[in-house]
């Protein structure tokens, strides 16, 4: 079997043990998009947006007068950091297009890392994104004599690993609404740590351009989650979603420290709850203190 090949075998691999997570993910609590038309543009923009995003920065390092041939953007070169990033904000931007207002992280986060734990596999064999040399026992040779880094292992086992926290995040009900986040920003860290066995051009200060872009993209995102945690973890979401097998039950959902209950239907936004009075205790005595996730 070739390289290119086994990439692309691995690539359609990956699109499997994507469409096949998101089915058996454990959390039944996910916000449904109603609408099929949305679900199927925020669909499409997420492939666009991860397509166009991983491929930018290889278009743009071959020079502006190739920016609009087409060999820049079909010829091999991507990079998984500029494509999820390009995937998050096609989303948002499609999201606000569309009117959307539930959020859709938790439903791509665990499928995601799965996804990319499988494709992983594909630069491997193929020779791609390559770490520098290593006299480790398991240093490998791409080719070039040289026993390097496999960097394509570390990063599939890093997905691995983050593709079983957030099954069990999700089987717990905690960080809701954020676990997309959380695997974010934990891969930019992992890339910041790693871009140092690459072989990749230092620009700045000792650092390659990728190291730069992560910690832009990390920062970016805990800034959006701190700005979430005020709206998010107020309240104590409960029994809010739906699953395919069970229909949504009515919600309670109670402010720490208040008197007010906000009730819910299944796919509603945090600021689409109704709040009423109620003459019920916010949090009976004894009530689980890990009962309350956010």
Known sequence: MTPHLA????????????????????????????????RFCLAWAAFIG?????????????GHEHWLTPHAWLSDGKTILAGMAGGYLAVEIAKKILGVRAKTGDAIAFPLAVCVAV???????????????????WATDFGDGVGRHPTQIYESLFHLAMAVVLWHVA?????????????????????????????????IGGLTAYQWGAAAMAAALIVQWRLDTPRLTSLHYRGMGASPMRPAAPADERRVGA???????AGAGEDELRPYKTERPVAAADDPP???AT
């Open 171 to 203: 089987r717990r009900g905690l960080l809701r609404w954020q676990r997309l986040k959380l695997y974010l920003i934990a891969y930019c860290a992992f890339r910041f740590t790693t871009e140092f066995i690459r072989p990749e051009p230092r620009v």
């Open 7 to 38: 990439y692309t075998l691995f690539m359609i691999l990956a699109i499997a043990a994507l469409v096949t997570a998101r089915r058996v993910q454990p959390d039944p609590q996910i916000e449904p998009i109603p609408r099929r038309r949305d």
């Open 119 to 137: 494709g992983r596999w594909g630069c491997f064999f193929n020779g791609c994104c390559v770490g520098t040399e290593t006299h480790l026992p």
């Open 50 to 62: 991860a397509g166009l995003g991983a491929k930018i920065p290889f278009v743009i390092a071959a």
């Open 290 to 292: 890990g009962d309350h």
């Open 259 to 265: 008197t007010l209950v906000f009730a819910g239907r």
